[in-house]
């Protein structure tokens, strides 16, 4: 991710359900430009798109609606329990996407006035890509919390949400290499204070990185 004038650009990343796409929206309340690599990897796999066709040619059609287009909770339980045709699904999607949050950053920065950009991602340390940023936070909380969420939004029996918890990095492995934690455990309200206490840290990064904004 790269842009024309100075930004500060930091990753969000954390296990499933760990509350990130809600810190994601507490940051852009408080002035951060975010990109959602989720939102992206469903623009770049949709008709005409620009991994819509390998996508298709790997994974077959019938990964296909009556409209021609990809159903992803098809594709998903598809990868789930296939390593190597996870991969193959990460290799076709992540660079698209990585590409796309660089036009997007490319294009904001001249007229944006965010400090900071924030690129809410997954897997951005099961793939290395969290060295590509300036700062990493990571949103955590128990695994017991990330189950019942996990039960609540997606319906899912509790051992199909362990699964899905543990086909991630361990929140071990991503906490090594934060810069900054925020813990979701408690209440929406505890959430934020702490999302903003790190917004307020990554400005002082910017200054530290960049000088004081003219």
Same mark, same amino acid.
């Given at each position: /991710?790269?842009? #024309?004038?100075?930004?500060? @650009?930091? #990753?969000? *990343? #954390?296990g499933i359900a760990s509350g990130k *796409?809600?810190?994601?929206?507490?940051?852009?309340?408080? $002035?951060?430009?975010?990109?959602? &690599?989720?939102?992206?990897?469903?623009?770049? /796999? +949709?008709?005409?798109a620009?991994?819509?066709?390998?996508?298709?040619? !790997?994974? #077959? @059609?019938? /990964? %296909?609606?009556?409209?021609? !287009?990809?159903? !992803?909770?098809? %594709?998903?339980?598809?990868?789930?329990?296939?390593?190597q045709a996870r991969l193959a699904l990460n290799h076709i999607v992540h660079p698209e996407v990585m590409a796309e949050a660089d036009r997007l950053l490319a294009a904001y920065t001249p007229r944006g006035r965010a400090r900071v950009a924030i690129f809410? &991602?997954? %897997? %951005?340390v099961e793939t290395g890509l969290y060295r590509d940023f300036h700062r990493l936070i990571v949103a955590r909380c128990s695994r017991d919390t990330q189950i019942r969420r996990l039960l609540a939004r997606d319906r899912l029996t509790t051992g199909e949400a362990e699964a899905r918890i543990d086909s991630q990095a361990p929140l071990e492995k991503k906490l090594?290499? &934060?810069?900054?934690?925020?813990? *979701?455990e408690g *209440?929406? !309200? +505890?959430?934020?204070?702490?999302?903003? $206490?790190?917004?307020a840290a990554l400005l002082d990064d910017f200054e530290r990185e960049f000088g004081a904004p003219s």
């Open positions: /991710m790269d842009g #024309g004038r100075p930004i500060l @650009r930091a #990753g969000l *990343t #954390g *796409t809600t810190i994601g929206e507490i940051l852009a309340e408080l $002035g951060a430009f975010v990109i959602d &690599a989720d939102a992206l990897a469903h623009a770049v /796999m +949709e008709p005409g620009s991994a819509y066709s390998r996508v298709v040619k !790997r994974f #077959g @059609r019938e /990964m %296909l609606d009556d409209q021609d !287009r990809i159903v !992803r909770p098809r %594709l998903a339980e598809r990868v789930f329990h296939d390593e809410d &991602a997954a %897997l %951005l090594e290499v &934060a810069d900054y934690v925020i813990d *979701t *209440t929406l !309200r +505890e959430t934020r204070k702490r999302t903003e $206490g790190v917004n």
